[in-house]
């Protein structure tokens, strides 16, 4: 799998989004993504109850362990690589997490505009990534 350059929405390098618990569609930390990732796994989310309880409600249950698959379940703080649409789901629902601007993947662009993102970065509300 070719992974797409690692650039991020504000133009400058990926940053990582979270190696505890180890994110990503190649879970190498980061929000990288290619063309084999239907789901765009581009948008680095500061969990939170609502937007939890809210991805279980539709069928994709991020906070129960998965130990068979290496995953320990997310809770609120914890930062992931959310798809795209998702997010955008999320956001036209009323519960979309926080966002990580430099952890997000421009190709997040496709599907999310960058106002949106922007509305929800966690950085302009004081979060340091």
């Known amino acids: 799998m070719q992974m797409y350059e690692a ?3 504000l133009g400058g390098p990926l940053q990582p989004c979270s190696l505890k618990p180890r994110t990503g569609f190649f ?5 990288n993504t290619c063309w084999e990732d239907s789901g765009s796994h581009t948008v680095c989310a500061v969990m939170t109850s609502e937007f939890l ?7 994709n249950d991020l906070s129960t362990p ?9 809770k609120p703080g914890d930062r ?7 997010f ?10 926080e966002v990580m601007l430099a952890s997000t993947h421009r190709d997040a662009l496709r599907v999310v505009p960058f106002k949106v993102l922007a ?4 950085e302009k509300k004081g979060r340091k990534g």
């Open 88 to 97: 955008l789901q999320a956001v036209q629902e009323g519960c979309a997490p």
């Open 53 to 59: 309880a809210f991805s279980k409600y539709l069928g």
């Open 80 to 86: 992931w690589c959310l798809c795209a649409s998702r």
């Open 27 to 31: 879970r190498d930390g980061s929000c």
């Open 7 to 9: 650039i991020n929405v």
């Open 119 to 122: 509305d929800h970065a966690a």
């Open 66 to 74: 998965r130990p068979e698959y290496d995953f320990p379940g997310l």
